[in-house]
């Protein structure tokens, strides 16, 4: 038979995507995958706005479609199934590609697939280098953080994560601490750089706690009382502290995902992979760090590609594919889901 034909849509957060990929699931071939970025419409507000998130979508996940289609060289009659983010992720946006997917599948006669935003995730060290199960995947981005052993396509075992803020929030939060630009994490591994790591000495939480569970609002809190006592005894900070203070955060960061992923690895048997995926896994002492955690375990380390790492819809279209190939389908009473835990 013909290898399937996927179109995915994501529009979970602050990202508009849309991808077409043909199968088999064990040897995907990614035709098209675009995004548009919000990135510009937030920046004056310090955050993703959900409303102005939510009508974004709408008004450019049409264009995304077509434009996938277009790169793949494919007709929507040719497509097997619609893949869409259902869930996690904010509502309004959510809603926004449940609503465009449902469409385009009613309007085609075509199978609809919802998928969950973090199964995406997960699947991708198998899109990108076909990570044989199971796998363990460290989730990093701006809205999640999260250990998974990954026993099959739609079989996840979360091991630990978060048990405040992101990790890539944490990075945002410092840069506007510091009064650095957004998105924070670039900003403040470029500081960093020039930075002398070991001149604060910073917290680094739950590492005395048993388990795989992390924690950095601490971390901020405490960026947030260092500068606050440089500004009382200077009148501010200079360029060497504010570098200084980035590179302590960076480095105490990555100690804890780096040590709760040795914790992660050692709690596992038979992996074939530790891979990582999300925005923060584009750190480069981050990814340092997890590349020697992952050799001290004799598993290979695997980061795809900072395209597939962030938020894609090529990632939604091979969770659809997998679902499409296990003869998974939903419905019209497919609902989007703000909270859906793995
Ligand atoms: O996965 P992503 O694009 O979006 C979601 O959160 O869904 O991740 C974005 C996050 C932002 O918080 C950004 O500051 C962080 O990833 N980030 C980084 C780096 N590049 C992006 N964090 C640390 N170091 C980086 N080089
Ligand atoms: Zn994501």
Not at 62 to 75: F, I, N, P, T, Y
Not at 210 to 216: E, Y
Request: proline share 7%; hydrophobic share 45%; aromatic share 4%.
């Amino acid at each position: 038979p013909r290898a399937p034909l996927i179109l995915g849509l994501e529009s979970s957060c602050d990202d508009t995507a849309a991808a077409v990929l043909r199968g088999p699931g064990d040897a995907p071939a990614i035709l098209s995958s675009v995004v548009s970025s919000q990135t510009d419409l937030h920046a004056a507000f310090g955050g993703v706005v959900p409303e102005i998130a939510a009508r974004a979508h709408t008004e450019k996940l049409d264009l995304m479609v077509e434009q996938a289609l277009a790169e793949a060289g494919a007709a929507l009659t040719d497509i097997d199934a619609i893949a869409v983010t259902s869930g996690p992720g904010l509502i309004g946006g959510v809603l926004a590609g449940v609503m465009a997917a449902k469409g385009l599948a009613m309007g085609a006669g075509k199978p609809l697939i919802g998928v969950n935003h973090l199964a995406g995730h997960a699947l991708t060290p198998r899109l990108t280098d076909g990570a044989a199960f199971p796998y363990l995947m460290l989730l990093v981005s701006g809205g999640h953080c999260q250990f998974l052993r990954v026993d099959g396509p739609e079989t996840f075992r979360r091991l630990g994560g978060t048990i405040d803020d992101a990790p890539g929030e944490a990075f945002d939060k410092v840069a506007r601490i510091l009064g650095l630009p957004q998105p924070g994490g670039p900003s403040v591994q470029a500081e960093a750089r020039a930075g002398d790591a070991t001149r604060f000495a910073l917290p680094r939480p739950l590492m005395d706690r048993p388990g795989c569970d992390l924690s950095f609002s601490g971390l901020k809190t405490a960026v947030i009382r260092t500068r606050d006592q440089l500004t009382e005894a200077q009148g501010g900070l200079t360029p060497q502290d504010r570098a200084d203070l980035c590179a302590a955060f960076q480095a105490a960061a990555a100690d804890v995902l780096a040590g709760k992923s040795a914790r992660a690895l050692a709690a596992c048997q038979g992996l074939t992979a530790f891979a990582v995926a999300g925005g923060v896994a584009a750190n480069q002492s981050l990814r340092a760090r997890l590349t020697t955690v992952a050799e001290a375990a004799s598993v290979p380390f695997l980061a795809p590609p900072l395209s597939l790492c962030t938020d894609n819809a090529a990632m939604i279209a091979y969770a659809g594919l997998l679902a499409f190939e296990a003869g998974r389908r939903d419905d019209m009473t497919l609902s989007a889901r703000p909270r859906w835990p793995l």
